[in-house]
């Protein structure tokens, strides 16, 4: 369940982090799970949903980055 290596080595894309969490949230909330064992799913839940915020992070930034240049690109033409 925790991401691997690099995309090209089967890391988890973020989709399938989020499909992951949304599990984990739903096991959590069952509440039939042993306190241990609970809060090993909400440390591994944790660590999914940060990865995949990093994951956000880095695409918001690429998107601002395209984005400024296009308008760097317009204003030249």
């Not at 992070?57 to 760097?72: F, G, I, V």
């Amino acid at each position: 369940m925790t991401p691997k290596g690099d995309k090209g080595k089967g890391e988890a894309t973020f989709e399938q982090l989020l499909v992951e969490v949304e599990g984990i949230v739903g096991k959590l909330q069952d509440g039939s799970l042993p306190l241990e064992d609970a809060l090993t799913l909400y440390e591994t839940g944790y660590k999914q949903l940060k990865v995949a915020q990093e994951r956000l992070d880095q695409a918001r930034t690429k998107l601002e980055t395209l984005q400024k240049s296009a308008r760097d690109e317009e204003g030249e033409a």
